[in-house]
């Protein structure tokens, strides 16, 4: 049963989080030797059309992808980019993963099953675990997603919504029409309620208004959606010779995030995963991504900063506002969707703030610290200067964020718009398919619209930015690009794209 996905395929995003350069500094954290990302094999359990391992093997191409997906039509979509681009380092397969043979699929540095574990039967999990078990190299990690209890219970009030108000429903159209409609009339009907769970179920809805399509279906309205306690997934995980790293995010592993009481009603507990299945419990967790690797590797559960500081770093911030760097005075950088940031040390700040200029080109601790002691000391901050450790201390706690993000090998793309500026083909090829999400060179997904999409395919390396301008405004003065725009606010925008896409790796 592959519900309606062969009439709903699912939205081509990269998830950075498989990565398999972020599996492999995890590792590497837990005293795991991993294989770099730019020599590894990996698979994907339910590839779809292939939105997440594509992008990968296009930077990448001395490793090996292989996908198995179920449905048929998807893979012949993500068979069709991949001859497109000429990719002799990747294919997709169509496949049960009941049916799969570990010794026909051999050995892989990373295994990555998201958004499949928890939508299968009992026995589809078995399988996925009894393959990382059979098919991970001694020092391979595998990705698992799931949802989780006790927080998915919430959720689940929503599924439970949504599959009674589209029993009558036939075909995917149908049901989502079906679904928007009951998800409208419950946000009228929850307009003034106070309680914490109507709350809940309204930010809910809220996000569910805006997802993609293939989100709401998959998960809401798939025939089947398991949750499970963290101690449960990992008493499977046992069984199969497999134990537990950690969290791709990182920062849900200390219980210094939790209120402090909360921290004292769990400080008796010693054993650290009874400690973090609690930890579930205070928070109603929802959702994990979690790393397991072979049961017979020896991990160092006390991760070693000295390993972190070897690290290559990236961020996809920018300030706002002014920065301090003579006081502790927090400073506000933004995510991409406007999410806000503080950040008080003025270390930290300025080596945000060079992080944010330089992106995508990644320093290492070094020059990250020498250029941010520069810049605080040149500001008058001489005695924070000095103050590495509380640098460590600080970045370390914005990558258990994913607010940075650390490398084991260099990028070293700097953001520069040439006078012909030319974009990957990966990237014209994404825009010309109609992809929402562009992958950027850390396998970040950057939203496009349709004036960004038609931009990306012009840039082929032979217009400048003038005639591409010129071009632009015509387009939508014709009305072929239907936005609105003089030609000076067509001309800002086409300047602000390609600086867009030259900070994400996106130009060549």
């Given at each position: 049963?592959?519900?309606?996905?062969?009439?709903?395929?699912?939205?081509?995003?990269?998830?950075?989080?498989?990565?398999?350069?972020?599996?492999?500094?995890?590792?590497?954290?837990?005293?795991?030797?991993?294989?770099?990302?730019?020599?590894?094999?990996?698979?994907?359990?339910?590839?779809?059309?292939?939105?997440?391992?594509?992008?990968?093997?296009?930077?990448?191409?001395?490793?090996?992808?292989?996908?198995?997906?179920?449905?048929?039509?998807?893979?012949?979509?993500?068979?069709?980019?991949?001859?497109?681009?000429?990719?002799?380092?990747?294919r997709l397969d169509v496949g049960d993963i009941l049916e799969l043979d570990p010794a026909q699929l051999g050995q892989f540095d990373y295994i990555i099953a998201h958004g499949v574990?928890?939508?299968?039967?009992?026995?589809?999990?078995?399988?996925?675990?009894?393959?990382?078990?059979?098919?991970?190299?001694?020092?391979?990690?595998?990705?698992?997603?799931?949802?989780?209890?006790?927080?998915?219970?919430?959720?689940?009030?929503?599924?439970?919504?949504?599959?009674?108000?589209?029993?009558?429903?036939?075909?995917?159209?149908?049901?989502?029409?079906?679904?928007?409609?009951?998800?409208?009339?419950?946000?009228?009907?929850?307009?003034?309620?106070?309680?914490?769970?109507?709350?809940?179920?309204?930010?809910?809805?809220?996000?569910?208004?805006?997802?993609?399509?293939?989100?709401?279906?998959?998960?809401?309205?798939?025939?089947?959606?398991?949750?499970?306690?963290?101690?449960?997934?990992?008493?499977?995980?046992?069984?199969?010779?497999?134990?537990?790293?950690?969290?791709?995010?990182?920062?849900?592993?200390?219980?210094?995030?939790?209120?402090?009481?909360?921290?004292?009603?769990?400080?008796?507990?010693?054993?650290?995963?009874?400690?973090e299945q609690w930890m579930d419990f205070v928070r109603m967790r929802t959702f994990r991504q979690s790393l397991l690797c072979r049961a017979d590797l020896p991990l160092e559960r006390d991760i070693d900063v000295d390993v972190f500081t070897t690290f290559y770093f990236s961020a996809n911030l920018r300030l706002q506002g002014e920065a301090s760097f003579t006081s502790?005075?927090?400073?506000?950088?933004?995510?991409?969707?406007?999410?806000?940031?503080?950040?008080?040390?003025?270390?930290?700040?300025?080596?945000?703030?060079?992080?944010?200029?330089?992106?995508?080109?990644?320093?290492?601790?070094?020059?990250?610290?020498?250029?941010?002691?520069?810049?605080?000391?040149?500001?008058?901050?001489?005695?924070?200067?000095?103050?590495?450790?509380?640098?460590?201390?600080?970045?370390?706690?914005?990558?258990?964020?994913?607010?940075?993000?650390?490398?084991?090998?260099?990028?070293?793309?700097?953001?520069?718009?040439?006078?012909?500026?030319?974009?990957?083909?990966?990237?014209?090829?994404?825009?010309?398919?109609?992809?929402?999400?562009?992958?950027?060179?850390?396998?970040?997904?950057?939203?496009?619209?349709?004036?960004?999409?038609?931009?990306?395919?012009?840039?082929?390396?032979?217009?400048?930015?003038?005639?591409?301008?010129?071009?632009?405004?015509?387009?939508?003065?014709?009305?072929?690009?239907?936005?609105?725009?003089?030609?000076?606010?067509?001309?800002?925008?086409?300047?602000?794209?390609?600086?867009?896409?030259?900070?994400?790796?996106?130009?060549?």
């Amino acid at each position: 049963m592959v519900d309606f996905y062969d009439e709903l395929t699912y939205e081509t995003n990269p998830f950075p989080e498989t990565h398999p350069g972020n599996l492999a500094a995890l590792g590497r954290l837990f005293g795991v030797q991993t294989p770099l990302a730019q020599q590894c094999r990996v698979l994907e359990l339910g590839s779809a059309t292939g939105g997440n391992i594509i992008p990968m093997a296009w930077r990448l191409p001395h490793s090996e992808f292989v996908g198995v997906e179920l449905s048929a039509p998807q893979v012949a979509i993500g068979q069709a980019v991949i001859e497109a681009l000429g990719l002799g380092n990747i294919r997709l397969d169509v496949g049960d993963i009941l049916e799969l043979d570990p010794a026909q699929l051999g050995q892989f540095d990373y295994i990555i099953a998201h958004g499949v574990y928890s939508w299968v039967p009992t026995v589809v999990r078995e399988k996925i675990l009894a393959l990382a078990r059979d098919c991970l190299t001694p020092n391979g990690i595998a990705y698992i997603s799931y949802n989780v209890l006790p927080g998915w219970r919430m959720r689940g009030s929503v599924r439970d919504l949504l599959l009674y108000a589209t029993r009558d429903a036939q075909g995917a159209d149908a049901k989502y029409h079906a679904a928007i409609a009951a998800l409208q009339r419950l946000q009228h009907a929850l307009q003034d309620a106070q309680a914490d769970s109507h709350r809940y179920v309204q930010k809910e809805i809220g996000y569910l208004l805006k997802a993609h399509p293939s989100y709401l279906l998959h998960e809401y309205l798939a025939g089947e959606n398991n949750a499970f306690l963290f101690s449960e997934f990992l008493a499977d995980s046992g069984r199969h010779g497999l134990q537990y790293l950690c969290e791709t995010d990182l920062h849900t592993l200390f219980d210094t995030t939790l209120t402090p009481p909360a921290q004292a009603a769990l400080g008796d507990i010693d054993d650290p995963l009874q400690h973090e299945q609690w930890m579930d419990f205070v928070r109603m967790r929802t959702f994990r991504q979690s790393l397991l690797c072979r049961a017979d590797l020896p991990l160092e559960r006390d991760i070693d900063v000295d390993v972190f500081t070897t690290f290559y770093f990236s961020a996809n911030l920018r300030l706002q506002g002014e920065a301090s760097f003579t006081s502790t005075t927090p400073a506000t950088f933004l995510y991409p969707d406007n999410t806000e940031l503080n950040v008080a040390h003025p270390l930290s700040k300025a080596a945000l703030l060079y992080l944010q200029e330089v992106h995508p080109y990644t320093p290492d601790f070094a020059e990250l610290l020498t250029n941010a002691a520069q810049r605080v000391q040149a500001a008058g901050g001489k005695s924070f200067a000095s103050e590495r450790g509380e640098l460590v201390s600080e970045l370390f706690s914005l990558y258990s964020y994913r607010a940075v993000l650390g490398h084991l090998q260099p990028c070293l793309m700097h953001p520069s718009v040439s006078e012909r500026p030319k974009a990957s083909d990966l990237a014209r090829l994404q825009a010309a398919q109609g992809w929402e999400s562009i992958a950027s060179v850390h396998h970040l997904g950057l939203s496009v619209d349709a004036f960004a999409s038609h931009l990306l395919q012009q840039l082929d390396g032979t217009q400048t930015v003038s005639e591409l301008t010129t071009k632009l405004s015509a387009a939508v003065a014709s009305g072929a690009l239907n936005v609105a725009g003089s030609r000076k606010e067509v001309r800002d925008n086409v300047q602000h794209l390609l600086t867009v896409f030259a900070r994400h790796g996106v130009l060549v």
